[in-house]
């Protein structure tokens, strides 16, 4: 595993550029004096980038320009690694991150590649913050990436290496706070605990209630876990939650307050939540009533001592009277 994280982390490509300094090229001429007239002849030892006829038809020595190749290499763009894009995300590096952990017959990250990645990303694969990355990455299935999720969700996160993405956990969780965000991320969350090769429409029982939990690890309401037992103590009555009744209860948390007091059998709630309601309000009835009771126990506890003890005083008062008569 040591070797493979290694084998992943590329150094930071650099980009390289073309450059070159504009060569300055002196011409020297000599003014000869001659029997036919004032001719100019070109010192044979200077560099010259035209054609010694060329001068000779009338062309400046101070004319001479630099050979057109030089000029196109100065002003050449500088040279960009086709792999970068302009961000310098390298989808180089993605694609060997993602060979690392991939499975050697399918073409994804399946649940040992999963387990070695939350590994180096030193996460627990049940934890929030994993939930949060198969979010962004639109995982379709639990403890699976791939190929496309995988690099479509590095470039959503703006991270091509092991490191990269640890240094993304506190952005994303942060924006997983946002109300809307955290709205998609709940929707997210139920198709994601589905079964996609089974065909599931419903979430089991337990693995909804793990999800609930999992997915109010930032924000948890206090009627969640009130509702979790109701699930945990009716297991024959609930086999599995569908998507309405999940998508519902976020409504019915930000809705209902932790009293209860209003809520409303007329209104537009799953079945689910009446009895829920009902169940909630009698054990709330039970609890008071039992607290009632311990209470008025200790009040006659400490009635009936004090009568006790004030006759055990009384009588050991008499008694000492008695003996001292004698």
Known sequence: MGQCVTKCKNPTSS????????????????????????????????????????????????????????????????????????????????????????????????????ERFCNDLCVDPAEFRVLVLAWKFQAATMCKFTREEFVEGC??????????????????????????????????????????????????REIAIALWRLVFTQDTPEILEHWLDFLSENPSSIRGISRDTWNMFLNFTQAIGPDLSNYSEDEAWPSLFDTFVEWELERRRKEEERALMEEEEGRCTETECSPTTDRLETEGSRGSQTWGGH
């Open 15 to 114: 980009l390289g550029s073309k450059s070159g300094d504009k060569e300055s090229s002196s011409k020297s001429h000599k003014r000869v004096d001659s029997a036919s007239g004032g001719g100019h002849k070109e010192d044979s030892s200077a560099p010259s980038s035209k054609s010694t006829s060329e001068l000779l038809n009338g062309t400046k020595a101070s004319e001479v320009t630099v050979e057109t190749p030089i000029i196109s290499t100065v002003m050449k763009e500088p040279y960009k690694d086709e792999g970068l894009d302009g961000d310098g995300l390298s989808m180089q590096r993605i694609e060997e991150l993602f060979i690392c952990y991939k499975d050697e017959q399918e073409d994804a990250i399946l649940e040992e590649g999963m």
């Open 155 to 204: 470039k959503a996160i703006r991270a091509d290496s092991i490191e990269g993405i640890c240094s993304r956990f506190p952005y994303l969780l942060l924006e997983a706070q946002v109300e809307e965000n955290f709205k998609d991320l709940y929707r997210f969350t139920f198709q994601f605990g589905l079964d996609a090769e089974e065909g599931q429409r419903s979430l089991q």
